[in-house]
C-alpha cells in the first residue's frame, strides 16, 4: 500500500517561512492535497492539486510537488497558523493521509 | 450553504454494532461521492471508506474491510457508516467529507474541502 511520510514536527519563528514536507514513491505524480487542523476542529483544505488554494485561503500557504517530495510552504507564519497539517493522495481509488506534522510558531 | 451533519455516535461494547449518519445539505448530494474518515484520540487522519454518487463503487480501508459497511440514501440526503464487530481499536472521532466532483473518478483532482463536526465513537467494555 501506498504510504507517505511526514516530519512529525516542524517550527518556524514569527513571521519567517514555513516548510513541511510530504514523501512518497513517486509523489510527484500524483495530485496531493493539504489539510490544516487545530485541536478539537475538523480538518481545512488549504491546498489541493498540488498548489492551488481553495477560496478564502490566503496566499501565504502555497504547495509544490516534484519527484518524491510534495512540500506545504507557509509564508510569513503567523500564531494562527499553528496547527497540525496532513497531506493527502488517492492511490487506486484508496485515499490515503501522510501522518501529520505539528507545526510549531515561536 | 454546504453542511455535513454528522450523528449516532457514543459508547458500545466491543463486539456490539453501531450506526453513523451524516445529513447532508446545501449542495446536490445524489451527484458527489462521501468519504468517511477517522481520528483516534491523538492520532493522526485515517480514511475509512468512499462511496461513489451512485452507490456503484465503495472502497475500504483494510483496517475495516468486512466490518465496516458504507452506504447512502440519496433520497434522504444522508450518508451511513454501519459499523459492526467492533474493536477498541475503532474508538474516534468519524467524520463525513463531501467529495469534489460531480460524478465518479474525478475527486482525485480536488480534496475534501467541506467536512462534518464529527461524531465520537468510543468502544469499550
Known amino acids: 500500500s501506498y504510504e507517505l511520510t511526514q516530519p512529525l514536527s516542524v517550527s518556524v519563528a514569527l513571521g519567517q517561512t514555513a516548510r513541511i514536507t510530504c514523501g512518497g514513491n513517486?509523489?510527484?505524480?500524483?495530485?496531493v492535497q493539504w489539510y490544516q487542523q487545530k485541536p478539537g476542529q475538523a480538518p481545512v483544505l488549504v491546498i489541493y492539486r498540488d498548489m492551488n488554494r481553495p477560496p478564502g485561503i490566503r496566499e501565504r500557504f502555497s504547495g509544490s510537488n516534484s519527484g518524491n517530495t510534495a512540500t506545504l510552504t507557509i509564508s510569513r507564519a503567523q500564531a494562527g497558523d499553528e496547527a497540525d497539517y496532513y497531506c493527502q493522495v488517492w492511490d487506486n481509488s484508496i485515499v490515503v493521509f501522510g501522518g501529520g506534522t505539528k507545526l510549531t510558531v515561536l | 450553504q454546504v453542511q455535513l451533519v454528522e450523528s449516532g455516535g457514543g459508547v458500545v461494547q466491543p463486539g456490539r454494532s453501531l450506526r453513523l449518519s451524516c445529513a447532508a445539505s446545501?449542495?446536490?448530494?445524489?451527484?458527489?461521492?462521501m468519504y468517511w474518515v477517522r481520528q483516534a484520540p491523538g492520532k493522526g487522519l485515517e480514511w475509512v471508506a468512499l462511496?461513489?454518487?451512485?452507490?456503484?463503487?465503495?472502497y475500504y480501508a483494510d483496517s475495516v474491510k468486512g466490518r465496516l459497511t458504507i452506504s447512502r440514501d440519496n433520497s434522504k440526503n444522508t450518508l451511513y457508516l454501519q459499523m459492526n464487530s467492533l474493536r477498541a481499536e475503532d474508538t474516534a472521532v468519524y467524520y463525513c467529507?463531501?467529495?469534489?466532483?460531480?460524478?465518479?473518478?474525478?475527486?482525485?483532482?480536488?480534496?475534501?474541502?467541506?467536512w462534518g463536526q464529527g461524531t465520537l465513537v468510543t468502544v469499550s467494555s
Open positions: 513517486n509523489i510527484g505524480s500524483k495530485n
Open positions: 446545501g449542495f446536490t448530494f445524489r451527484s458527489y461521492g
Open positions: 462511496i461513489s454518487y451512485d452507490e456503484s463503487h465503495k
Open positions: 467529507a463531501k467529495g469534489g466532483a460531480v460524478g465518479y473518478g474525478a475527486d482525485s483532482s480536488y480534496g475534501f474541502e467541506y
